[in-house]
């Protein structure tokens, strides 16, 4: 009996060791997966090429080859120093004395908006410039010219040369205001700070953005997508990659983006464009009044229901105005039977009127309404800032 249970003990203990030998050497011939070494763990991988859940990726690569970077250069005169004006000062120094000229370089961004080599900014990145050189997204630069600009609306249209090769240049395509709506995703694409070409991306935080002093003519639209310096110019796109806006300005207290970024829509763009393309210069309506809005304190005072239309302060002698009966003191309620909400309202009115033409006026004088007819005008250029 002694002896049969040596060798059942004997056996247990070698099949143990047997069984712990496969186990750790070869779990699969027990039909057990290996247990995870310290050096390997089991992951999860996605299958190749699968895009990312609302990515912006295609709406990216519409628009990424159409945008080009803007660099400028123009002469500064330093101006001498009032102490070398000396004559003893003057002997010593020389011609040092004299004031030098340096070179003052620039850079924004462009939107190539068609395949013959136009491309569009922002007038402030082009306004005092006199050499203009354009870096396309292929990394090659061109000169370009500029074919003309629209200080009142901050648009400028430049040209180069189009690829030699007959190809084009690889132009955006322009989207529709309509479609756009407060809370659609865009993406601002440029050159911030000189880093080279950036995408950003937000959402349209409003439209119709004006009495920001930024522009004499404002129809913003605003958005968080980051606007930084070196954007002007740049492209505002849909979700699709399609152009709505041209970035020209951010509200900053610290000269970077604050998510308050204001871009002019593609509807005034491509009418200054095309204007500009055209004849080289922008054409507009005008009257000659100034105005000013109607407060509550002014409404009250002239007893008015409401806040609604612009004060006229006063009239351009010899202008349309002028001759068409307008006086200081006027109310001016529609232009061409279209309402007048302030004086932005107004001047927009009467800017988009063709010179020339005819156009029916509604004013409150006193207690009275008077309807002028007036023959528009055309508005003077602004006058040019020097140095």
Known sequence: ???????????????????????????????????????????????????????????????????????????????????????????????????????????????????????????????????????????????????????????????????????????????QMDNLLVGDVVLAIGNPFGVGQTVTMGIVSALGRSHLGINTFENFIQTDAAINPGNSGGALVDSRGNLVGINTAIYSRSGGSLGIGFAIPISIARNVMEQIIKTGTVTRGWIGVEAQEITPELAETFGLADTAGALIAGVQRGSPADLGGIRPGDILLAVNGKPVKDPQVMLDLIAGQTPGETVPFKLRRQKNIVEPTLRIGKRPTPPRERD
Do not use: C
């Not at 850079?107 to 395949?115: A, F, M, P, W």
């Open 1 to 175: 009996m002694r002896k049969l249970w040596l060798i059942f003990a004997q056996t247990v203990t070698v099949s143990l060791a047997v069984l712990f030998v496969i186990s750790t050497l070869k779990p699969e011939w027990l039909g057990k997966a290996p247990a995870p070494s310290l050096h390997s763990i089991a992951v999860q991988e996605a299958a190749f090429g699968t895009p990312p859940a609302a990515s912006y990726r295609d709406a990216a690569r519409h628009a990424l080859p159409a945008v080009v970077h803007i660099f400028t250069s123009q002469k500064i005169r330093q101006p001498k120093h009032p102490l070398l004006d000396d004559p003893i000062l003057r002997h010593f120094f020389g011609e040092r004395s004299e004031p030098r000229e340096q070179r003052s370089a620039g850079l924004g961004s462009g939107v190539i908006v068609s395949s013959e080599g136009y491309i569009l900014t922002n007038y402030h990145v082009v306004e005092a410039a006199e050499e203009i050189e354009v870096a396309l997204h292929d990394g090659s630069t061109q000169p370009a010219r500029l074919v003309g600009g629209d200080p009142e609306s901050d648009l400028a249209v430049l040209r180069v040369e189009p690829d030699k090769k007959g190809d084009g240049l690889p132009a955006i395509t322009l989207g």
